[in-house]
């Protein structure tokens, strides 16, 4: 039967979303971008406000090109997106593509920062009001979605940042689709809550992915909708919704809080490294733990992520105690 039927352009996966284009039919010119413009109210710093979002220096999701400007590509409530941020003078712009453009373009000043208030925050520390001196760019951001900042966070879960970083990489460049509009090469839109689903035991091990983790993002897009409502619930509600999910605890719903929902006070409990810089940053203890680093933000509550990020800005860390852990590859085995 070979030969006798034209092949068809259907799905090459399921999971993968890529449409095969018959040979000699052009691929469409991708359609004009929807623009605003934004003017911000006091300094604003593109990299230190967008910078959380980045899972590494190849994350598909996100890109920094050397003109200053940043390119982000989105799964938004109305589809997926691509969204590059540029300033030009006190003037921000934003070029958006695709389905979700105008969700992204309407939620632009919020991810910058407008709803953040820096002011609110008031030095206790000489080194904290040096360090916000020297950075007056900083805003928190607030994307308003919560499953992309939620699956990297897991991935991030008791292994090191370069292995979470390569999983995320892989799986969303595999199975997430090509961002829309003119992105820069190899940028990618993360994969639907479905296509996660579908993902098979062994892509998830090819990726360094152990079971618990991937079972946790399985539980996670399985109520995919109920999550993503948490982003219009105060920071602390969406954290108790987020720990509802097996899996999640408050290390993964305080790092998925502080860039869905621009939470100045969802300070990182359970980290094996924030509480001994805070500590020795603030006390020279560099032995710290969550209740010692607790102790010693109490003075800034209501600010306390916001305190922890000019911390790590600050440069001041204690040295290493001894060599990085070795990075491991479950894939191999």
């Known amino acids: 039967m ?16 890529h449409v095969a284009v018959p040979a000699g039919v052009p691929r469409q010119a991708p359609a004009p ?21 980045r899972r590494g220096p190849g994350d598909p999701t996100f890109r920094a090109t050397p003109d200053g ?18 300033r030009h003078g006190d003037r921000i ?52 979605l919560v ?4 699956i990297p966070s897991i991935l991030e879960q008791k292994v090191t940042t370069g292995e979470a970083y390569r999983a995320w990489r892989l799986l969303v460049r595999k199975y997430g689709e090509p961002a829309p509009g003119p992105a820069p090469e190899r940028m990618s ?5 479905r296509t996660w689903a579908l993902i098979p035991s062994w892509e998830w091990h090819r990726a360094g992915v152990d079971n618990k983790r991937a079972s946790t993002i399985l539980r996670a897009v399985r109520v995919a909708a109920r999550l993503e409502e948490a982003a219009a619930m105060p920071a602390a509600a969406a954290q108790e919704r987020l720990e509802l999910v097996s899996g ?18 969802a300070v990182t409990v359970g980290d094996l490294h924030l ?29 306390r992520h916001r305190a922890a990020r000019l911390i790590l800005l600050s440069g001041r860390v204690p040295e290493r105690r001894a060599p990085r852990m070795p990075h491991g590859d479950i894939g191999r085995l």
């Open 248 to 265: 999640i605890g408050p290390w993964t719903s305080a790092e998925t809080v502080q860039r869905s929902h621009g939470a100045a006070d």
């Open 93 to 144: 712009r934003g070029e958006a593509w695709g389905p979700g453009a105008d969700w992204l373009l309407e939620g632009l000043p919020e991810l910058l920062g407008a709803g953040d208030d820096p002011s609110a925050f008031v030095p206790r520390h000489r080194l904290l009001a040096l360090t916000r001196h020297r950075r007056p760019g900083l805003r928190l951001t607030r994307t308003g």
């Open 189 to 193: 839109v993360m994969p639907a809550p």
């Open 275 to 303: 509480p001994g810089i805070v500590g020795w940053a603030l006390a020279g203890d560099r032995y710290a733990d969550d209740e010692v680093m607790l102790k010693l933000l109490e003075p800034y509550a209501g600010q």
């Open 2 to 17: 070979a030969g006798r039927f034209a092949p068809r352009p259907t799905r090459t996966t399921v999971r993968g979303g």
């Open 33 to 53: 971008a929807r623009v605003r413009t934004w003017v911000p109210e006091g300094p604003l710093d593109l990299g230190l406000v967008l910078g959380p979002l």
């Open 147 to 150: 499953l992309e900042s939620l």
């Open 69 to 86: 400007s940043v390119w982000r590509a989105s799964l938004t409530p109305a589809g997926p997106g691509t969204l590059r941020v540029s």
